[in-house]
């Protein structure tokens, strides 16, 4: 199964799950790495069901949801879409976004569900006006082989310095890659013994 066939299954409870697997600190800490101002545009790719769309919106921001799972993005236009959000679907490494006509991009949770991460930070990179911030926050390295299977990751987390390695490809400058001291916890996961992932922020300047 791929990973979109998986979260067009699991939309209608993804927001249930993912209360176990990371807390709002997690948007917070993204929000202000970012730097957000009102009345900025800002790009959520791997949007889901609007986690960071939500924090946006708060923040006045217009916003841009990217996904490849059309259920997920019915799930935030039946949120959101009297709030102006614009939903596509597509890949991470293929956004239909213009070069630099975006002032923030967002990828929560979504890089290690990628085949290419480097392309992907590349391609989120290119969409960033001049001074626009590029912020990820994901999973760091594990070993849990059975979460990775049962959510459809392609990557089981990353080592913080390929994160700033693609970063510096990309372009990016005043790079800063740091754990949040946050971990994923999902008791309800197969495995034998409970989830506890650090979560790791990066952010960098165009």
């Known amino acids: 199964m791929s990973s979109r066939d998986y ?3 699991v939309a209608d409870i993804w927001d249930e799950m993912r209360q176990g697997f990371f807390s709002d600190r997690i948007r917070e800490a993204a929000i202000e790495a970012a730097g957000v101002k009102p009345e900025s545009i800002a790009a959520d790719i791997g949007a889901g069901t609007g986690y960071m769309t939500a924090e946006l919106l708060r923040k006045n921001c217009r916003v841009v949801a990217v996904d490849q ?3 997920m993005l019915a799930k935030i236009k039946s949120k959101f879409g009297a709030y102006g959000v614009s939903c596509l679907q597509a890949s991470g490494n293929t956004l239909p976004l213009k070069d630099q006509s975006i002032d923030y991009s967002f990828a929560n949770m979504f890089l290690h569900h990628v085949e290419d991460p480097a392309g992907a930070i590349k391609e989120m ?3 960033l006006l001049p001074g626009g911030r590029l912020v990820v926050t994901d999973l760091c390295l594990h070993t849990h082989a059975d979460m990775q299977k049962e959510h459809h990751d392609h990557w089981p987390g990353f080592e913080l310095k390929a994160v700033k390695g693609w970063f510096e490809q990309a372009g990016l400058k005043n790079i800063r890659v740091e754990t949040l001291n ?3 916890t999902a008791p309800g996961c197969t495995c034998k013994e409970q989830i506890a992932i650090d979560i790791f922020l990066a ?3 165009k």
């Open 7 to 9: 979260f067009n299954q």
């Open 69 to 71: 799972s059309s259920a």
């Open 125 to 127: 990179s290119r969409i």
């Open 182 to 184: 946050q971990k994923c």
């Open 203 to 205: 952010s960098g300047e």
